[in-house]
């Protein structure tokens, strides 16, 4: 595709219930980065793909969650347990050289 | 660890005046900066990025940002402000070389606001 496409764009999740946020990064691209954007805060760095090897998941929060791309290509962050404190947007990122494309995020709001 | 301080929460600039966003940074070596804009409903954008070389740097719709390695700062500015470029901008820092390209530091963020 033409850009990092999210999905979905909206969740409403009730506390305690999973969720699950896609990422299709730009075609090619081979590194993959989520992001973490609290009101009113910059982004906050969660986990780093290379390819389908995930480098680095040292931003993560919790063990609630968890961040895979099998297959080198789409991505999927999963939030077990959701509490309200998850509440944010989340942002996927791709890069080739080095410039990082954004997506417009999942906004996830917990009950 | 890296930082980055962006003192402004926003700036008021009048449409054709000139637009200052500051940022301050903190790295333990020599320090990889960039700036990133975002509108509303979209997503994060790049503008530009310091690495090496010359201080000043010249990046996307007309921005520049100023590297200053005595005073800690990589301000962001543009001679001639436009109405549309209303938006918010924010300041990254990745300090090399242990980290990848793309794990950056962000700071809170400034909004700008162009009045016509």
């Known amino acids: 595709g033409a850009g990092v496409s999210q999905s979905p764009r909206y969740k409403v999740a009730k506390r305690g219930q999973d969720v699950a946020l896609r990422c299709d990064p730009i075609s090619g691209h081979v590194s993959l980065f989520w992001y973490q954007q609290a009101l009113g805060q910059g982004p906050e760095f969660l986990t780093y793909f290379q390819n389908e090897a995930q480098l680095d998941k040292s931003g993560l929060p919790s063990d609630r969650f968890f961040a895979e791309r099998p297959e080198g290509s789409v991505s999927t962050l999963k939030i077990q347990r959701t509490q309200q404190e998850d509440s944010a947007v989340y942002l996927c990122?791709?890069?080739?050289?080095?410039?990082?494309?954004f997506g417009e995020g999942s906004r996830l709001t917990v009950l | 660890a890296q930082s980055v301080a962006q003192p402004e929460d926003q700036v008021n600039v009048a449409e054709g005046n000139p637009l200052t966003v500051k940022c301050t940074y903190s790295v333990s070596g020599n320090p990889y900066l960039f700036w990133y804009v975002q509108y509303p409903n979209r997503g994060l954008q790049f503008l530009l990025k310091?690495?090496?070389?010359?201080?000043l740097v010249k990046g996307s719709y007309g921005f520049e940002a100023e590297f200053n390695k005595s005073q800690t700062s990589f301000h962001l500015k543009k001679p001639s402000a436009l109405v549309s470029d209303s938006a918010l901008y924010f300041c990254a820092v990745r300090d090399p070389p242990t980290d990848s390209w793309g794990k950056l530091q962000f700071g809170a963020g400034t909004q700008v606001v162009v009045t016509p």
């Open positions: 310091y690495i090496t070389g010359d201080n």
């Open positions: 990122a791709s890069s080739h050289t080095g410039e990082l494309f």
